[in-house]
């Protein structure tokens, strides 16, 4: 009994004492400030263009989408995709598709306007996403993220 | 198989030393005195050459340190200036670039030595783990080291590597932000790896320590797989016969590792890796450093995400289950007529695998990949263990004296 008690106050230490030595790992709070919110301005972005911001490290593509993209991202019927979202649930207004620029396969950056499906083609291992930013074929599990963003204005968007 | 030191001092200083620390009498008895078998040949002088590779690395990582500053906005110059300005920098860096392939091409023969001669069977099989465990080590650190110089292969490898964490269920995301320190590979990642590359040398030349103390403990296999019977008959003493042995295997690598590094010392790098990181730009082609490319292949051969990372650090982990795949009573490939074909097929697979990972993954290279990692794995899990049971070996030599009398005779006949 005593040996158990022991023991048990013995992990206690040692966990509480090796616990500040495994969270030091995390983001620090410089890292984490520097990855508040930022602000785009839509004005600059004619429709059928897009552009990379870089958003706590990571490109974030805002594309302005046109009729036709919109219409091949809302064509698709569901049981096509191997993560299967409606583009609906995707975007808040149809033309502007907003999306981490990360391929969820190993992180590489995809790249716009290729591959088959008239999305993003990812060079590393072959991944390619539709005008949704979603996974339709190659070794990426899950599609594009999106990341939290909302407009504050009509030509104002703010992401994170 | 070494005995009581029978070391004995000469000098009063040496004698009141050693009953106070008997470094020498161990050292006496571990390299001096400590028999090996007769038959050995060169394929068995790779351990000294990489215990020298590891202290090359050393030597030469200390001096670049003292040059180098692991910062997002100065590692990149920081190399650049120790290859234009820091008197010799060019040559010390080059040494240690080239050195870390060197150090792959020889833990790969001996590594493929143990595999053939059967060195990991019992009762070798704790030295042959913690050689998967030194194996290991290197190639983390080789991975961070080549993070280093922070270039664009240094910095989308880190991305791809880290990210392969990313793969396992629910924790994934954390373990990946953990090892980043933040939300992609940037100074708090490049800071880490500086660290524990500069720390994983002395971990692996600690279990350097216990490889060489478990080696120490059974006795080496030989290219016959019979243990040595009658240590007088069987054996030499390591000094002067392995040493110098050893010593000649070791200019002749020496030799091989300058011509890289005086000749061709960007040839096994990649010339992406001389244009800083850029995150917001992948290179159009990652390759890993070659010493990676089967387990790239493996990783990319499997068609999803969780299964391809499964697959490729199996393909490592399998090393350790070796000494009880294997249920063949003989050690040694030289008496196992079948064992030696799937043994060269399995290196063969292993270099197309390396081919195979430097090319594109698309059309026939994936299918051709698949394929390969069906055998690497099959060679392991089917061929090891069925072997053993179906194959006849050939008549084994009585002892390993026997075997060196007999090559004898015939020689002369």
């Known amino acids: 009994m005593l040996f158990i008690a022991t023991g048990a106050v013995g992990a206690v230490g040692v966990g509480s004492v090796a616990w500040p030595f495994i969270h030091q790992m995390n983001p620090d709070a410089s890292t984490i400030a520097a990855g508040a919110a930022i602000d785009v301005d839509l004005s600059a972005i004619p429709e059928g263009s897009s552009v990379t911001v870089k958003w706590r490290g990571k490109p974030i593509f805002v594309r302005h989408r046109t009729p036709k993209e919109i219409k091949e991202a809302g064509d698709v019927t569901l049981a096509q995709l191997p993560d299967p979202q409606a583009d609906a649930q995707r975007v808040k207004k149809p033309e502007w598709l907003v999306v981490i620029g990360v391929c969820t396969h190993l992180g590489c950056i995809p790249l716009g306007n290729q591959g088959e499906y008239d999305g993003w083609f990812c060079p590393c291992h072959g991944s390619a996403y539709d005008t949704s930013g979603r996974i339709r074929k190659g070794p990426a599990p899950k599609n594009l993220e999106v990341p939290n963003y909302a407009f504050a204005s009509d030509t104002k968007l703010t992401i994170g | ?413």
Not at chain 2, 145 to 152: F, N, R
Not at chain 2, 361 to 371: D, F, N, P, T
Not at chain 2, 383 to 393: A, K, N
């Open chain 2, 1 to 413: 198989m070494s005995g009581p030191s029978t070391y004995v001092p000469k000098s009063a200083v040496g004698r009141w030393f050693e009953s106070r620390l008997p470094i020498m009498g161990l050292m006496h008895s571990s390299f001096v005195v400590y028999p090996t078998p007769r038959n050995l040949n060169y394929w068995w002088t790779f351990g000294g050459i990489l215990s020298v590779m590891l202290m090359v690395q050393i030597l030469t990582g200390i001096v670049l340190v003292m040059h180098y500053t692991p910062h997002v906005d100065y590692a990149f110059s920081s190399v650049e200036l120790i290859m234009r300005d820091v008197n010799w920098g060019w040559m010390i860096r080059y040494i240690h670039a080239n050195g870390a392939s060197m150090f792959f091409v020889a833990v790969y023969i001996h590594m493929l030595r143990g595999l053939y001669y059967g060195s990991y069977k019992a009762p070798r099989e704790v030295l042959w783990i913690l050689g998967v465990i030194i194996y290991l080590l290197m190639m983390a650190t080789g991975f961070m080291g080549y993070v280093l110089p922070w270039g664009q292969m240094s910095f989308w490898g880190a991305t791809v590597i880290t990210n392969l964490f990313s793969a396992i269920p629910l924790v994934g995301e954390s373990i990946t932000t953990w090892l980043w320190g933040g939300y992609s590979v940037d100074n708090p990642t490049l800071n880490r790896f500086f660290s524990l590359h500069y720390l994983l040398p002395f971990m692996i030349a600690g279990v350097v320590v216990l490889h060489v103390w478990a080696l120490h403990v059974v006795g080496q296999n030989n290219p016959d797989g019979v243990e040595v019977k009658n240590v007088a008959r069987d054996t030499l003493p390591f000094t002067p016969y392995a040493t110098v042995k050893d010593g000649f295997a070791m200019i002749c690598f020496m030799l091989f590792f300058a011509w890289w590094v005086f000749y061709v010392p960007n040839y096994l790098g990649h010339a992406d890796n001389y244009i800083e990181a850029n995150p917001l730009s992948t290179p159009a082609h990652i390759v890993p450093e070659w010493y990676y490319l089967p387990f790239y292949a493996i990783l990319r051969a499997v068609p999803s995400k969780l299964g391809g990372v499964v697959a490729m650090f199996s393909a490592i982990i399998v090393l350790c289950f070796l000494p009880w795949l294997d249920t063949s009573k003989v050690r040694s490939a030289k008496y196992r007529p079948v064992y030696k074909v799937f043994f060269w097929l399995f290196v063969a697979s292993a270099i197309g695998l390396g081919y195979l990972g430097a090319m594109p993954a698309e059309g026939g290279y994936v299918l051709a990949s698949r394929l390969l990692s069906i055998y690497y794995f099959a060679f392991f899990l089917v061929v090891m263990p069925l072997l053993g049971l179906f194959e006849t070996p050939r008549a084994l030599p009585a002892s390993i004296a026997d075997s060196v009398l007999k090559n004898a005779h015939s020689a002369k006949a």
